[in-house]
């Protein structure tokens, strides 16, 4: 089993960057696809990134393509969402979560696929 701990959020102004880290515990983090998620006030969970187990493979959700990067240290058990020029439409509580990937092939864009969840850490960008 994996938990895990988001945090780096906070207010930041249009234009600015932010980076939150997903910090993970459990032996087996190496074998995990991790993704990025976020929920606005009044609306659904969206996905916003995926990371393979390996790094190898990468995607985005096309509203924060070019503008937000993921990445991982498994070394350390942490994945990160780089984000840059951020907008007030990225305003939301951003979630991470993962599941084991050597054992499901599952599609990393779907809310679904994702065994465990953080807590979420509250981003808002100001206009």
């Known amino acids: 089993q994996v938990q895990l701990v988001e945090s780096g959020g906070g207010l930041v102004q249009a234009g600015g960057s932010l980076r939150l880290s997903c910090a993970a515990s459990?032996?087996?983090?190496?074998?995990?696809?991790m993704g990025w998620f976020r929920q606005a006030p009044g609306k659904e969970r969206e996905f916003v990134a995926f990371?393979?187990?390996?790094?190898?493979?990468?995607y985005y959700a096309d509203s924060v393509k070019g503008r937000f990067a993921i990445s991982r240290d498994n070394a350390k058990s942490m994945v990160y969402l780089q984000m840059y020029s951020l907008k007030p439409d990225d305003t939301a509580v951003y979630y991470c979560?993962?599941?084991?990937?050597?054992?499901?092939?599952?599609?990393?864009?779907?809310?679904?696929?994702?065994?465990?969840w953080g807590q979420g850490t509250q981003v808002t960008v100001s206009s």
């Open positions: 979560a993962g599941w084991n990937q050597l054992r499901s092939g599952r599609s990393g864009l779907l809310e679904g696929s994702y065994d465990y």
């Open positions: 459990g032996r087996t983090f190496d074998n995990y696809a």
């Open positions: 990371i393979s187990w390996n790094g190898g493979r990468t």
